[in-house]
């Protein structure tokens, strides 16, 4: 199915993506029934990068009849840059140097396909960062297809990075504070995992979906 990259806008908040539709009338289709006004859509042309693919971790469904229910969270996390999905030259030129960067979020909801949190615009290794590679706003560094390895606290573990899994952002909405400090929301598809990341994460959502 064909995927189409665009930008968004909802009064002071913007979104960008990457959807998957059958035709750009459907992708626009769903980005009005999201609340948003279409900026800008283009279609991604296969080749050139490598894409991963989210279709290997296929979730069971739950007792309501849904896939991938939405279960509310509220821990911390961190994540790395582990393959930037966007085109920005200068964010190319710096990858390497980037992926030893360490970003803290939060999470705000969870499934067994995937997970949204939010991400302070404030980040003092990213503020670091930029001293030294450029200035440039994080907006660009989490960009729709890109790669991120995402270390989660979940009951049953024993702290921060104890689940280690990754993932596809799918999705990011940011938007400007009275102050003007942006805060970001990104959703993000989980990429095919094994082991006990797999074992703690089902046995999370079940746990949770089994008692609403």
């Known amino acids: 199915m064909p995927q189409f990259r665009y930008r968004a806008q909802k009064g002071l908040s913007f979104i960008k993506g990457l959807l998957s539709a059958e035709t750009r009338d459907d992708a626009n289709d769903s980005i ?12 991604e042309k296969p080749g050139g990068k ?13 007792k309501s009849g849904r896939q991938c ?8 996390l961190a994540f790395h840059i582990s393959e930037y ?27 067994l396909g995937g997970i949204c949190f939010s991400v302070p615009g404030n980040q003092v290794p990213f503020e670091n960062f930029k001293k030294a590679w450029g200035d440039f706003p994080l907006e660009e560094i989490l960009e729709p297809g890109s790669i991120l390895e995402l270390k989660m606290v979940l009951p049953g573990g024993k702290g921060p990075g104890d689940c280690v899994v990754h993932a596809k952002i799918v999705r ?7 102050t003007g400090e942006r805060l970001f929301l990104v959703g993000a598809v989980f990429l095919p995992m094994e082991g006990e990341n797999k074992k703690r994460l089902i046995a999370f959502c079940e746990a949770r979906i089994g008692n609403p």
């Open 172 to 178: 990011v909405v940011y938007s400007s504070g009275a």
């Open 85 to 111: 999905g966007g085109s920005s030259r200068l964010i190319l030129e710096t990858i390497n140097p980037l992926e030893k960067v360490e970003f803290q979020g939060h999470e705000k909801d969870i499934s």
């Open 69 to 76: 229910r939405r279960i509310a969270s509220n821990f911390p």
């Open 32 to 43: 009005i029934g999201m609340g948003f006004t279409l900026i800008e859509m283009n279609e």
């Open 50 to 62: 490598t894409r991963h693919s989210p279709e290997g971790l296929i979730p069971p469904i739950s």
